[in-house]
């Protein structure tokens, strides 16, 4: 059987002395929603643009079951970026319809797929407007069914959700679950993390132009700190202060917040809140992608400065590229 799986591997991309990608590597296999998050010019959107062939990589590969991303394969693959690609003055219907033929789909086989995804994106009522004259989110869905409308292997989406009101990131959430239930593999960038979460399968952590954190978020969870909510009413102040293994991350009220190093005793942070005050509250509380997020980029750029890495070997006084402005 084949290996339907997109492959980004050890790619590097750079622009003179600034570096871009520094040797991103991961995958997105059949059927699986892959979140690609990372702060603004982390290289979310260049590595996008290497994998559809908009950019050339200085090194690495991209592959798509196994095989180098060629001409014939970038036609299959659906393409929504972040800039929104589509042409102002043209009607909405024309404008699927012809992006469909471009990827070699016959005309009547392109008109029908176009009125289908039209339909169900809840655009068809536009059908013969121009695209300049809609809404913000309605040219949002003009452009998912663009990246849709010729049945695509993969789909690549770079900021999807963005601008969305809330109705329309449940109607384009479903799209994605549907494409990826019938083993498409699907790969998005967004910064709503808290979506990402929900619908994801897997998340890839971007900083620096690499790969800091990858896997289920119950997976990322699992190899970070863990916090404990402890409530221990009329406390005195400091009570869970010089434990080993123990930070404060903050108290409210009663309550307090800590972390939990690797290996620390949880027992010691249980008998110094009972040798404080009756205990009300004592659970683990797990951390959101937002927190794992900012613990995934805090390491990934302490790494990055604080210890020699490849940036050496394209020359000195290197540095990441700021994808608002270059990319």
Known sequence: MTDRRLEIDGVRKRYGEVIALDGMTFDVRAGELFGFVGSNGAGKTTTMRIALGVLAADAGEVRWAGRPVDLAVRRRIGYMPEERGLYPKMKVRDQIVYLARLHGMPAAAAGRSAEAWLERLGVAARRDD?????????????????????????????????????????????????????????????????????????????????????????????????????????????????????????????????????????????????????????RRRRPSLSELFRSAVNAGDAGASGAPDDRTAVGEGTRTVDEGTRA
Do not use: K, Y
């Open 130 to 282: 121009e695209v300049q004259n809609l809404s913000l989110g309605n040219q949002q869905r003009v452009q998912l069914a663009a990246a849709l409308v010729h049945d695509p292997e993969v789909l690549v989406l770079d900021e999807p959700f963005s601008g969305l009101d809330p109705v329309a990131v449940d109607v384009m959430s479903q799209v994605l679950r549907e494409r990826s239930a019938a083993g498409v593999p699907v790969v998005f960038s967004s910064h709503q993390l808290e979506l990402v979460e929900r619908l994801c399968d897997r998340v890839g952590i971007v900083a620096s132009g690499r790969m800091v954190a990858c896997g289920a978020v119950d997976e990322l969870r699992a190899g970070g700190i863990e916090q404990i909510i402890v409530e221990v009413p009329r406390a005195p102040s400091g009570w869970a202060l010089d434990l080993p293994g123990i930070t404060v991350r903050h108290t409210e009220g009663d309550r307090t917040v800590v972390d939990l190093a690797p290996g620390a005793d949880d027992q010691d942070l249980l008998r110094r809140a009972l040798a404080a005050g009756p205990v009300r509250e004592f």
